[in-house]
């Protein structure tokens, strides 16, 4: 079975199991101002979602105008705040995950899309020993839109393709794995073909929102198996 042009990763629930603390972190930065956000609400409404919408969300539920800049001052302290449970060692790889990467890296080209800010993956992967397995990387910082938005999967593909020419490279020869509704919609609107993980979904929902197949864990994906998606 031939293997996928390049696989392309996302970050928060499918490498590492940092939603929780996501929204830990995000609630802190509201400094209890505006309604309360359970879990229940984050999970719903905000999961998919970069800080930047997120934030928007939140602080017109709170009444607040969410300006650039008071969206990027929440960010900033939001940020802090998980930088520091970071090195605490408070996210976690998923089962599976350090392994597919690794696996998939000695196969081919391995990217990563991720609604997350750059500040917040880096020292997670270099913690977990994967760094290198991603030779592009798209994060919250080099796109203007959140996930569902396509923008962050076409720019992943453009910049694989453009450093790895030999590969062949393009949306449909590539394969996502992602855990949400909208990441799953990002990366269909860029047409590339998506494997699910119920890491925060069960799998109806994201078979709905167009993943060819949905696994339990990454401990059950194979690179093989994400060539027949």
């Not at 520091?84 to 995950?97: C, H, N, Q, S």
Request: include cysteine.
């Amino acid at each position: 079975m031939a293997r996928p042009a390049a696989v392309i990763f996302d970050f928060d629930g499918v490498i590492v199991d940092s939603e929780r603390l996501h929204h830990e972190t995000m609630v802190a930065a509201m400094a209890g101002q505006g309604p309360a956000t359970p879990w229940e609400f984050y999970h719903e409404h905000l999961m998919g979602f970069d800080d930047r919408g997120a934030f928007a969300v939140l602080l017109e539920r709170a009444g607040i105008a969410p300006t650039p800049e008071e969206i990027q001052r929440r960010i900033a302290v939001k940020a802090r705040l998980f930088a520091e449970a970071a090195a605490a060692g408070r996210v976690p790889a998923l089962p599976g995950a350090v392994e597919l990467a690794r696996a998939c890296a000695a196969q081919g080209p391995v990217g990563l899309c991720s609604g997350a800010l750059r500040s917040d993956i880096l020292p997670v992967l270099d913690a977990l020993g994967i760094g290198d397995c991603f030779a592009e990387m798209v994060t919250a910082d080099d796109v203007p839109l959140s996930k569902p938005d396509p923008a962050c999967y076409r720019l992943c593909v453009a910049r694989l393709a453009a450093r790895f020419p030999e590969e062949g490279i393009t949306p449909a020869t590539c394969v996502a794995i992602e855990d949400t509704t909208d990441g799953i919609s990002a990366a269909r609107g860029a047409g590339i073909p998506v494997v699910g993980v119920a890491t925060n979904m069960e799998p109806a929902p994201l078979l709905a929102a167009g993943a060819r197949r949905v696994f339990a864990a990454l401990t059950a994906i194979t690179p093989e198996q994400l060539a027949g998606g």
